[in-house]
Protein backbone atom coordinates (compact mmCIF):
# COMPACT_ATOMS: atom_id res chain seq x y z
CA UNK A 1 0.00 0.00 0.00
CA UNK A 2 1.06 3.64 -0.76
CA UNK A 3 1.23 5.79 2.55
CA UNK A 4 2.31 9.40 2.66
CA UNK A 5 3.37 11.09 6.11
CA UNK A 6 4.02 14.48 6.79
CA UNK A 7 4.13 14.00 11.14
CA UNK A 8 3.52 17.97 11.35
CA UNK A 9 0.44 20.08 10.96
CA UNK A 10 1.25 23.33 11.58
CA UNK A 11 4.97 24.65 11.30
CA UNK A 12 5.73 28.34 12.64
CA UNK A 13 8.70 29.80 11.52
CA UNK A 14 10.13 33.39 12.04
CA UNK A 15 10.66 35.33 8.32
CA UNK A 16 14.25 34.28 7.60
CA UNK A 17 14.52 31.74 9.12
CA UNK A 18 15.20 28.47 7.16
CA UNK A 19 12.20 26.15 6.70
CA UNK A 20 11.98 22.58 6.34
CA UNK A 21 8.64 20.43 5.62
CA UNK A 22 9.07 16.70 6.48
CA UNK A 23 7.68 13.90 4.05
CA UNK A 24 8.15 10.31 4.43
CA UNK A 25 6.48 7.33 2.25
CA UNK A 26 5.88 4.08 1.54
CA UNK A 27 5.76 2.55 -1.28
CA UNK A 28 7.08 -0.85 -3.19
CA UNK A 29 9.18 0.07 -6.50
CA UNK A 30 10.06 3.66 -7.69
CA UNK A 31 7.16 6.57 -6.61
CA UNK A 32 6.63 9.85 -8.23
CA UNK A 33 7.25 12.37 -5.36
CA UNK A 34 5.24 15.31 -5.20
CA UNK A 35 4.36 19.01 -3.56
CA UNK A 36 1.55 20.77 -3.84
CA UNK A 37 0.50 24.00 -2.47
CA UNK A 38 -2.41 25.99 -1.85
CA UNK A 39 -2.16 29.78 -0.46
CA UNK A 40 -5.10 31.30 1.61
CA UNK A 41 -8.43 31.13 -1.02
CA UNK A 42 -6.49 29.74 -4.19
CA UNK A 43 -6.88 26.60 -5.71
CA UNK A 44 -4.16 23.60 -4.90
CA UNK A 45 -1.20 23.84 -7.40
CA UNK A 46 1.80 22.12 -7.96
CA UNK A 47 4.58 23.48 -6.49
CA UNK A 48 7.78 20.85 -7.69
CA UNK A 49 8.01 17.20 -8.40
CA UNK A 50 11.10 15.33 -7.88
CA UNK A 51 11.84 14.06 -10.76
CA UNK A 52 12.52 17.93 -12.25
CA UNK A 53 15.31 18.64 -9.67
CA UNK A 54 13.85 22.52 -9.66
CA UNK A 55 13.59 24.76 -7.35
CA UNK A 56 10.27 27.00 -7.28
CA UNK A 57 9.52 30.09 -5.38
CA UNK A 58 13.19 29.50 -3.40
CA UNK A 59 11.90 25.54 -2.47
CA UNK A 60 13.93 22.62 -2.99
CA UNK A 61 12.95 19.47 -2.25
CA UNK A 62 15.22 16.17 -2.18
CA UNK A 63 14.15 11.91 -3.00
CA UNK A 64 15.86 10.13 -0.29
CA UNK A 65 15.10 6.83 -1.15
CA UNK A 66 17.10 4.76 1.78
CA UNK A 67 15.57 7.31 4.53
CA UNK A 68 12.25 6.89 1.83
CA UNK A 69 11.74 10.78 2.44
CA UNK A 70 10.86 13.88 0.41
CA UNK A 71 11.45 17.16 2.63
CA UNK A 72 10.64 20.89 1.52
CA UNK A 73 13.13 22.81 2.10
CA UNK A 74 13.79 26.74 1.59
CA UNK A 75 16.99 28.78 3.63
CA UNK A 76 15.01 31.63 4.13
CA UNK A 77 11.69 32.00 4.77
CA UNK A 78 9.08 34.96 3.13
CA UNK A 79 5.91 35.77 4.82
CA UNK A 80 4.11 34.89 1.07
CA UNK A 81 5.45 31.88 2.19
CA UNK A 82 2.65 31.02 4.61
CA UNK A 83 0.10 28.22 3.10
CA UNK A 84 -0.56 24.72 3.60
CA UNK A 85 1.97 22.13 2.25
CA UNK A 86 0.59 18.82 0.93
CA UNK A 87 3.77 15.71 -0.34
CA UNK A 88 1.79 13.45 -2.72
CA UNK A 89 3.04 10.17 -4.41
CA UNK A 90 2.20 8.62 -7.36
CA UNK A 91 3.49 5.41 -8.85
CA UNK A 92 5.05 5.32 -12.31
CA UNK A 93 4.09 5.93 -15.27
CA UNK A 94 0.56 8.64 -15.31
CA UNK A 95 -2.09 5.76 -14.93
CA UNK A 96 -1.89 5.42 -10.69
CA UNK A 97 -3.45 6.39 -8.23
CA UNK A 98 -1.83 9.87 -6.27
CA UNK A 99 -2.06 9.61 -2.75
CA UNK A 100 -1.88 13.15 -0.64
CA UNK A 101 -0.02 13.16 3.08
CA UNK A 102 -2.62 15.57 5.58
CA UNK A 103 -0.64 18.27 5.11
CA UNK A 104 1.44 21.00 7.14
CA UNK A 105 0.79 24.54 7.65
CA UNK A 106 3.28 26.48 7.46
CA UNK A 107 3.31 29.96 9.27
CA UNK A 108 5.83 32.51 8.83
CA UNK A 109 6.01 34.90 11.82
CA UNK A 110 6.60 38.63 10.32
CA UNK B 1 -7.94 28.80 -20.57
CA UNK B 2 -9.87 29.44 -17.29
CA UNK B 3 -8.36 26.31 -15.90
CA UNK B 4 -10.07 23.36 -14.32
CA UNK B 5 -13.64 24.77 -13.80
CA UNK B 6 -16.45 22.32 -11.82
CA UNK B 7 -20.16 23.10 -10.77
CA UNK B 8 -21.67 23.65 -8.76
CA UNK B 9 -19.82 25.37 -6.08
CA UNK B 10 -21.86 24.76 -3.29
CA UNK B 11 -24.26 21.83 -2.22
CA UNK B 12 -26.75 21.20 0.15
CA UNK B 13 -28.43 17.77 0.39
CA UNK B 14 -30.03 15.48 2.85
CA UNK B 15 -29.46 11.95 3.69
CA UNK B 16 -30.57 9.30 1.14
CA UNK B 17 -30.54 11.49 -1.79
CA UNK B 18 -27.95 11.67 -4.99
CA UNK B 19 -25.60 14.13 -6.21
CA UNK B 20 -24.15 14.95 -9.41
CA UNK B 21 -21.08 16.74 -9.48
CA UNK B 22 -19.05 18.14 -12.69
CA UNK B 23 -16.02 18.88 -13.90
CA UNK B 24 -14.47 20.79 -16.76
CA UNK B 25 -10.80 19.83 -17.53
CA UNK B 26 -8.01 22.37 -18.76
CA UNK B 27 -8.16 22.25 -22.79
CA UNK B 28 -6.07 19.32 -24.26
CA UNK B 29 -6.03 17.21 -21.09
CA UNK B 30 -7.58 13.83 -21.76
CA UNK B 31 -7.12 12.89 -18.09
CA UNK B 32 -9.62 13.80 -15.27
CA UNK B 33 -9.19 12.47 -11.28
CA UNK B 34 -11.75 12.92 -8.35
CA UNK B 35 -10.88 13.97 -5.06
CA UNK B 36 -12.92 14.03 -1.60
CA UNK B 37 -11.24 16.12 0.85
CA UNK B 38 -12.57 16.45 4.35
CA UNK B 39 -11.79 19.46 6.85
CA UNK B 40 -8.00 18.59 8.24
CA UNK B 41 -7.12 16.08 5.52
CA UNK B 42 -5.46 15.70 2.49
CA UNK B 43 -7.46 15.21 -0.71
CA UNK B 44 -8.41 11.20 -1.10
CA UNK B 45 -8.19 9.74 -4.27
CA UNK B 46 -11.60 8.73 -5.56
CA UNK B 47 -11.34 8.29 -9.40
CA UNK B 48 -8.76 8.52 -12.61
CA UNK B 49 -10.47 8.69 -15.72
CA UNK B 50 -8.02 8.41 -19.25
CA UNK B 51 -9.83 8.74 -22.43
CA UNK B 52 -13.18 7.96 -21.45
CA UNK B 53 -12.31 4.82 -19.39
CA UNK B 54 -11.74 4.17 -15.42
CA UNK B 55 -8.25 3.74 -15.23
CA UNK B 56 -7.60 3.69 -11.26
CA UNK B 57 -10.21 3.72 -8.29
CA UNK B 58 -9.14 4.39 -4.72
CA UNK B 59 -10.97 2.97 -1.35
CA UNK B 60 -14.75 4.27 -1.86
CA UNK B 61 -18.01 2.45 -1.97
CA UNK B 62 -20.16 1.41 -5.02
CA UNK B 63 -22.19 4.44 -4.37
CA UNK B 64 -19.48 6.82 -5.95
CA UNK B 65 -19.36 6.24 -9.77
CA UNK B 66 -17.48 8.19 -12.13
CA UNK B 67 -17.82 8.69 -15.95
CA UNK B 68 -16.04 10.69 -18.30
CA UNK B 69 -17.61 12.44 -21.69
CA UNK B 70 -15.97 12.47 -25.60
CA UNK B 71 -15.11 16.08 -24.65
CA UNK B 72 -13.20 14.40 -21.67
CA UNK B 73 -15.63 16.62 -19.01
CA UNK B 74 -16.54 14.39 -16.33
CA UNK B 75 -19.20 13.63 -13.89
CA UNK B 76 -19.01 12.45 -9.92
CA UNK B 77 -22.48 10.88 -9.04
CA UNK B 78 -22.39 9.52 -5.06
CA UNK B 79 -25.88 8.03 -4.91
CA UNK B 80 -27.77 7.09 -1.05
CA UNK B 81 -25.92 10.07 0.53
CA UNK B 82 -24.70 9.68 4.38
CA UNK B 83 -23.77 12.38 6.76
CA UNK B 84 -19.86 11.51 6.49
CA UNK B 85 -20.05 11.86 2.32
CA UNK B 86 -20.13 16.09 3.49
CA UNK B 87 -16.01 17.44 2.24
CA UNK B 88 -15.13 19.57 -0.67
CA UNK B 89 -15.10 17.46 -3.88
CA UNK B 90 -11.89 18.28 -5.82
CA UNK B 91 -11.29 17.42 -9.60
CA UNK B 92 -7.73 17.40 -11.31
CA UNK B 93 -7.18 17.17 -14.79
CA UNK B 94 -3.63 16.07 -16.29
CA UNK B 95 -2.06 16.14 -19.75
CA UNK B 96 0.36 13.02 -18.73
CA UNK B 97 2.65 13.97 -21.44
CA UNK B 98 5.57 12.02 -20.62
CA UNK B 99 4.18 9.72 -18.36
CA UNK B 100 4.38 12.55 -15.68
CA UNK B 101 0.40 12.74 -13.08
CA UNK B 102 0.80 16.79 -12.45
CA UNK B 103 -2.60 17.39 -11.04
CA UNK B 104 -4.26 20.36 -11.83
CA UNK B 105 -6.99 20.92 -9.85
CA UNK B 106 -10.04 22.64 -9.89
CA UNK B 107 -11.79 24.57 -6.88
CA UNK B 108 -13.91 22.23 -5.81
CA UNK B 109 -17.49 21.62 -4.81
CA UNK B 110 -18.76 21.68 -1.04
CA UNK B 111 -21.02 19.32 -0.77
CA UNK B 112 -22.85 19.35 2.93
CA UNK B 113 -25.22 16.25 3.62
CA UNK B 114 -27.89 16.72 6.51
Known amino acids: AQRVTQPEKLLSVFKGAPVELKCNYSYSGSPELFWYVQYSRQRLQLLLRHISRESIKGFTADLNKGETSFHLKKPFAQEEDSAMYYC????????????FGIGTKLQVIP | DAGVTQSPTHLIKTRGQQVTLRCSPI?????VSWYQQVLGQGPQFIFQYYEKEERGRGNFPDRFSARQFPNYSSELNVNALLLGDSALYLCASSPLTGGYNEQFFGPGTRLTVL
Open chain 1, 88 to 99: ALSGPGGYQKVT
Open chain 2, 27 to 31: SGHKS
